[in-house]
């Protein structure tokens, strides 16, 4: 069994989506954990609502029509009939968000956070998962917030190992492909929505590669690998094709966005493997 986890820039529009899908023929993997991002900036975009809802609430339907035109456009490149089930599925899922809005009461803003943005994930994994299934690749989909237990630190919860642990090993399946949301979870006190912070699907891929002893976690990037500096920055940069885990934190630690800092010890703890590979080029060794 192996976890894959493919973030925001790998399913940025439907080619990204189509590519994924090749990087999953390619790598020929039938038992899978498979982490899915929100497509693009659409975090931003929901973060954006959010702020919206507590300073300016009028302007919530035109960012929320902003969302719903993005989806959308990437739904009508991938499915060829507009009455495929997905396109109400993402309609739901907006509605949801929108009666969810209306009702809220709390002013709390990181509980609101956590109620609104996690959405992003929600429409990202519902597309990417009836588009597999639409070309072939079997799959379930799974709610990562039926997995992943947290405390109620809104935007940044911790884990409840032990109740995380149980419930993965009763409900992922150990065949076949499983498609999930990174990044969000859910408290187990009312069962609200949780976040473990920004870029925090890398963390979900290596939560799911602990708990399920996985063979290997995958994160597929739009690098190579590890390089030796942020290519953003510098245009001269090597990749390093093995590094320890103690310098994977400290790189992530200071700052290199390729791997989110919490991903590194629960894959240490149990000596299992972190790749970063090229999601454009998914033969290529990586890190
Ligand atoms: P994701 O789509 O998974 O969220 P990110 O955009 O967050 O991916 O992370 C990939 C980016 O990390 C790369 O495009 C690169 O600009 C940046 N990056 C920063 N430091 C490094 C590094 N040392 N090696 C490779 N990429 C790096
Ligand atoms: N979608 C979330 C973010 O952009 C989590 C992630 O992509 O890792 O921060
Ligand atoms: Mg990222």
Redesign the pocket.
Known sequence: MKVFKF??ASVKDAEGVKNLAQVLTTTGDKDLVVVI??MGKM?NAFEQVVTNYFDTKSEVPSALNEIVHFHHTILKELFTSEKHPVFLKVNQLITELSQLLDKNKSKQHPFVYDQVVPY??LISTCIVSAYLLEIGIENTLLDARDCIITDTKYRDANIQWEETQQRISEVVKKKGITVTQ??IASENTHNFTTTLG?????YTAAIFGYCLNADTVTIWKDVPGVLNADPRYFNKTTLLHHISYKEAIELAFYGASVI?PKTLQPLQRKEIPLHVKSFYNPTAAGT
């Open positions: 973030g925001g991002s929100a975090t992003g994930e990174g990044f920004r870029e925090g699907s890398d989110h």
